[in-house]
């Protein structure tokens, strides 16, 4: 029997179509209130004008715009802080630019035109000796234009990195910005005792091209600035050369790793074989199981589990001792570049400073050769600053062809130094590859320096941060004992043994110790 149809009662289809009648009234109603308002508003504007239109329209707009101005106030100083940032930059870049000119004036220039002033006073040449002292005026203004560009950068980051330490009270941060802050201060003032001598030195030139009566005393003067500034140099590399010198030995009594870490990872080792046996004696018993007749299920099930948990702590023992051995491997490789940077840190400033103390001694012997004997050219003079250039220039061309070896390395291999776990960035060709390398401009990002101060930092890290969790303690402690050896202990953080502790396992901070780690490998 089919079920019968039911039909939808007439006093519903009569309810709905009262209501779809009355919401369409209610359109309607809307429709004709909103024309109506648009009718008063058209009248307002009708009777009152235009003018009050648009101040009732401005109100509207001071209001709505009022956040925006706090907003404006707020990022005024973030605005100004870009400008001076940017400023310092395009400085940097032109200083940068300078320097290749201001090697070869202090490389070739100036020791030419040296042995072009001894022959000039040899000979009584007059027209040779007024030509000479032509180009040691230009000589002198460009070392003095590089010089003068160099102390304003030197002095704002010295500005910029003092605010940064005073913003960080404590921590990495604060000890990588003083740092800077103290070096870059220094830098000013050596700068601006340089553009002095400089100073002098256009002086000197500029009274020999005009024949003036105290062209002897310029002479004096420039001597006397070049050999002060040159012997400031020449003690500034001293201490750095000691500053070196503790660092590496520091570094170098923590010992050998494979060495320290012997007993630890024979303890490993020797938990790992015990572990095989536990697994092996395993198998051999559910074997028997699987092997005898009447043997339960249940039995066997427990020889399962106890092979399977056997298994897994043999494993465990042997990923624990790949990663210690791994780790020593890590740290030993550490060690020895920290040890390479300050032994070559030691070698460019015994030589840079070997050749400022030499110049210095060729601005005494110019000066009193002024002062006894005239305009006479002294040829022990210009033999010790043609020597004190040379050595000068020598590590000025050692450091500038590193920097450029890093930066081909950095745009033709970006694999050899990538974070572990990150995919490294696709490799540049070989002509692209040079052109990034000679953009001398540019410091390295990416280079083997920042790829060491990651490593150092995992290994010291504690077990909150990301990679970190499997080191042993042993290791840790080595790690934190390397940073104490490179001057980020806490004494250099103005922080206690835990807090500075704690710093090492706080995954915020991970970029900060990586940046100090990464100049404290490079400075002395």
């Known amino acids: 029997m089919s079920t019968p149809i039911r039909r939808t009662p007439a006093r519903q289809s009569a309810a709905v179509l009262t209501s779809a009648r009355q919401r369409g009234e209610g359109v309607r109603a809307g429709s004709a209130s909103a024309r109506s308002t648009e009718r008063a508003f058209l009248e307002l504007q009708s009777r009152i004008g235009n003018r009050a239109a648009t101040a009732v329209v401005q109100r509207a707009r001071d209001t709505a715009g009022g956040s925006a101005a706090e907003n404006g106030d ?14 310092a930059g395009l400085l940097d870049r032109f200083k940068k630019n300078l320097e290749p000119i201001d090697t070869f004036v202090k490389g070739f220039q100036t020791p030419t035109n040296a042995g072009f002033t001894q022959q000039a006073a040899v000979a009584a040449n007059e027209g040779l000796k007024h030509s000479v002292a032509a180009s040691g005026t230009s000589a002198a203004s460009g070392n003095l234009l590089t010089e003068a560009a160099g102390t304003v950068v030197n002095g704002m980051d010295a500005y910029k990195n003092l605010k940064d330490a005073k913003k960080h009270e404590t921590g990495a941060g604060h000890h990588t910005a003083k740092k800077k802050a103290k070096t870059k201060g220094a830098d000013t003032v050596v700068g601006a005792a340089g553009s002095a001598s400089y100073s002098a030195a256009v002086a000197k030139e500029v009274t020999k091209i005009q024949k003036a009566a105290d062209a002897a005393v310029a002479s004096e003067v420039s001597g006397v600035a070049s050999a002060s500034v040159g012997a400031v140099k020449g003690m500034r590399s001293v201490i750095r050369v000691g500053g070196a010198a503790r660092k590496y030995k520091q570094v170098k009594k923590l010992g050998d790793p494979h060495l320290v870490h012997a007993g630890s ?6 938990s790992r074989e015990q572990a ?12 028997a199981y699987w092997n005898h007749e009447g043997q339960g299920l249940e039995h066997v ?8 948990e056997a298994m897994g702590e043999a494993r465990d023992a042997a990923q624990s001792l790949q990663r210690a051995e791994r780790d ?7 060690q020895g570049y920290a040890k390479k940077k300050q032994l070559t840190k030691i070698g460019k400033e015994t ?10 001694a060729a601005g005494v012997v110019t000066a009193v050769a002024a002062g006894t004997a005239g305009l006479a050219s002294n040829p022990v003079g210009w033999g010790l600053a043609g020597a ?3 050595l000068v220039l020598g590590v000025t061309m050692y450091k500038a062809l590193r920097a450029a ?4 390395e950095e745009a033709h291999h970006p694999e050899r130094w990538a974070p572990e776990g990150e995919t490294p960035a696709e490799a540049a060709s070989r002509k692209d590859s040079l052109k990034h390398a000679l953009k001398f401009w540019k410091k390295v990002s990416k280079g083997e320096r920042q790829a060491m101060a990651r490593e150092i930092y995992a290994l010291a890290a504690g077990p909150e941060v990301s990679g970190s969790g499997s080191t042993t303690a042993e290791m840790r402690e080595s790690a934190r004992a390397l940073l104490i050896a490179l001057k980020s202990g806490p004494a250099k953080h103005k922080l206690e043994p835990d807090a500075w502790a704690d710093s090492l396992n706080d995954p915020s901070r991970s970029a900060g110790w990586i940046k100090e780690i990464a100049e404290q490998l490079a400075s002395g």
């Open 351 to 360: 030589v840079g400073g070997g050749g400022e103390s030499v110049k210095a």
């Open 405 to 408: 070896t890093k930066r081909y």
């Open 328 to 334: 020593v491997e890590k740290l030993s490789k550490a």
């Open 74 to 87: 707020a990022s005024a100083a973030a605005k100004k802080k870009n400008y001076r940032d940017r400023i």
């Open 276 to 287: 095989n046996w536990a697994a092996a004696e395993a198998y051999v018993a559910l074997d």
């Open 265 to 270: 990872l024979a303890r490993l080792n020797e």
């Open 388 to 390: 004190g250039a040379g």
């Open 301 to 308: 099930s427990e020889a399962i589990d106890a092979a399977w």
